[in-house]
């Protein structure tokens, strides 16, 4: 299967970069899926979003991601989040007393964002 280079990067971080086979990730015109050969785009990454990267050997990894951008070009695809961390990282019980109870709307944010990974996880 064709491949293409992918890199997910946040402000704090590079959480990855390699060959893939497509990437997901939800952005505010909707969920979009890219494959090599993709028209080129710009879109905007919307906040409480996941993005899934299917590496090369079939491996699924799936990141909850808080703004940003993805950017596809004909050979790579970028995602520059504002904030990301993958579904493994999140911590559930937290996540979810965060999501209900918290006052601060980015940290509620990112809670929502996590769990929402993890579950894309699990039907992986």
Known sequence: MAEFTVQLVSVE???WSGEATMVTAQTTEGEIGVLPGH??????LVDAGVVTITQADGEKLVAAVQGGYLSVSTDKVTVLADHAVWADEVDSAAAEIASRDSDDEVAQSRAIAGLRAIERKAGV
Not at 39 to 44: A, D, F, R, S, T
């Open 13 to 15: 971080r590079r959480l």
């Open 39 to 44: 028209e080129p785009l710009l879109g905007q």
